[in-house]
């Protein structure tokens, strides 16, 4: 992945061609419910692995599992940048980028602060996430071993795959504005599982706000992309604020 300036980067113009815009939708339709799907039949398998060799609990199936599946779908997006030459801008950050990085840690915070607020008046609060469920075993273990990997590992993969891959193949063809918006509906899909497993209803209204959380926050996320020119400051920015919400949680369990 080479670097690129900003104006390569947002610089394209979409194209009118519809069929090229329906490969663009479709593509980035298989990516995100690949991964949704993906990540939850690798921790399912591992699970049934693990119960098969006479063990109980969620805690090692999800943190194994979740690794694994973390990791290979950064592999396949790394290969499909580097062989479909998509245009993934990756150099040093700015001053100007690291302001970004704040505006990407602090705006998602106050818009989950802000969406606590209002479902707390109408007794609405958002699902926790499969961490929570997970942490519930060991939460001072858990906690602090998922802060390393929101900084290392999670951050760093999600940004390539939605914010590099699937993103940028949409903004080829529709432009940044879509794609920001298309790319967000999509992060907010990948991410049902988990609240799942954290014991959310998908049909409430509780688990409805916190895909609007993680919605909203993807939207912030691709604004940074996009007006820095680089995915370090999405990445940092995603990693920060994930680090941050587990090292809150940690705090409250020490």
Known sequence: METNTRTELSGIDPTTDAPS???AVLFAIGVTLGA?????LVVGSTAELWALLGNDGFLVPFAVGGTLATLSLGAMA?????YTSLPVPIRMPTRRDLAWVVVGVVVPLAIQIGLILVGSRFG???VEGGIDAAAAADPVLVYS???VSALFLIGPVEELLYRGVVQGRLRQSFGPVAAIGLTSVGFAAGHVATL???GGDPFTLGFGLSLVAIASGSVVLGVVYERTGS???AIL???LFNGLLLALALATVL
């Open 21 to 23: 815009r329906l490969r």
């Open 36 to 40: 949704a799907l993906y990540v939850p």
């Open 78 to 82: 790394y290969y499909y940048v580097r």
């Open 124 to 126: 609405v609060q958002p």
């Open 145 to 147: 071993l998922a802060l």
């Open 196 to 198: 799942v497993w954290g």
């Open 231 to 233: 995915l370090v400051p």
């Open 237 to 239: 920015a995603h990693s």
